[in-house]
């Protein structure tokens, strides 16, 4: 990958697995006590999961064991509920990934995992879901599609943790003057064909008020510096690829600029925060289930 080659998404979700669990970790359990799982779902159920733009599993992996303890403090007589998580996703090849990885690193006797190839729009949780979930997805979908996702789970009445969306705030030490023209062609960049891109957390909390959902944002950073060499490369060079896709003019700005920012990575002299945001909303406490 760092020899210039574009990464596969399974191989940057692999890549980017370490961040997204360190900027996670100190949020979710947060997140879901503001969900009050724990009176909403039964001890003696399940608990049924939804992960959409699941990937290679990364939020299962992350999320059930955090899962598991919330569940297990509100219901202290079941130290262990089980869960029933599907994964769905619409590219077959990160699926493929998500169903090895659950063979060479089982999530717990009491996790069933199943997966489904399919778009998030077919997605109904009327009577088949406690909870979804997704990472790393909001921003790159368009405004209809995070009304279809709110829609269905306003109808189905069920609560939502969808972690990692990028918010386009990156700090960069040390400053460079092409940070600002290629951040803003990039920002432009996730906004083609109408996707979101950094204006997707607004618009998401803005559509689940509408549908009378209780809302909490946690900052949820990634915090990268010399301990994640390859990441940074990566991060780099995607963030040029897709300013320069956007606005040609800044291509000669983007390969000198990604040059010192390689030489500051190899130096382990960058460091970057790239600003994220988790939410949880939960459905109207009148809402019948
Ligand atoms: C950036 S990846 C995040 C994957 C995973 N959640 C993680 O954090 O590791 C976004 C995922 O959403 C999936 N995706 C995007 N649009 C989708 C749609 N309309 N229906 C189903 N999956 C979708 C992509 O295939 C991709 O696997």
């Known amino acids: 990958m760092s020899d210039g080659a574009t990464p596969t998404l399974t191989e940057w979700l692999a890549l980017r697995g370490g961040a997204d669990e360190r900027a996670r970790r100190s949020a979710t359990p947060q997140l879901l006590r503001h969900l009050g799982l724990g009176t909403t779902v039964p001890p003696q159920e399940r608990l049924r999961v939804v992960d959409v733009g699941a990937g290679t599993g990364a939020n299962l992996r992350h999320l059930a064991p955090v899962l598991a303890r919330v569940l297990a403090d509100a219901h202290p007589q079941r130290r262990d509920p089980a869960q029933d998580w599907l994964l769905l996703d619409h590219d077959p090849e990160v699926l493929g990934r998500a169903a090895e990885l659950l063979v060479e690193a089982p999530v717990?006797?009491?996790?069933?995992?199943?997966?489904?190839?399919?778009?998030?729009?077919?997605?109904?949780?009327?009577?088949?879901?406690?909870?979804?979930?997704?990472?790393?997805?909001?921003?790159?979908?368009?405004?209809?599609?995070?009304?279809?996702?709110?829609?269905?789970?306003?109808?189905?009445?069920?609560p939502a943790v969808m972690a990692l969306t990028v918010t386009g705030g990156v700090e960069l030490d040390p400053p460079h003057p092409a940070d600002a023209p290629l951040a803003r062609a990039f920002d432009d960049h996730q906004q083609r064909g109408g996707r979101l891109g950094p204006r997707a957390a607004?618009?998401?909390?803005?559509?689940?008020?509408?549908?009378?959902?209780?809302?909490?944002?946690?900052?949820?950073?990634?915090?990268?510096?010399?301990?994640?060499?390859?990441?940074l490369l990566e991060w780099a060079a995607g963030r040029v690829e897709a300013a320069a896709e956007q606005d040609p003019s800044l291509a000669g700005t983007g390969r000198s600029w990604l040059r010192e920012r390689s030489a500051q990575v190899a130096q382990g002299r960058l460091r970057a925060v790239v600003h994220h945001v988790d939410l949880a909303a939960r459905p109207p406490a009148d809402a019948p289930r």
């Open 108 to 158: 717990g006797a009491r996790t069933a995992v199943a997966t489904r190839l399919g778009d998030l729009a077919e997605v109904d949780l009327r009577d088949s879901a406690d909870l979804l979930t997704c990472t790393a997805l909001l921003d790159v979908l368009r405004a209809d599609q995070v009304d279809g996702l709110v829609g269905a789970l306003e109808v189905a009445r069920v």
């Open 202 to 231: 607004g618009h998401a909390v803005q559509a689940f008020g509408q549908a009378g959902f209780e809302v909490l944002v946690v900052p949820t950073p990634w915090r990268l510096g010399p301990e994640e060499p390859e990441l």
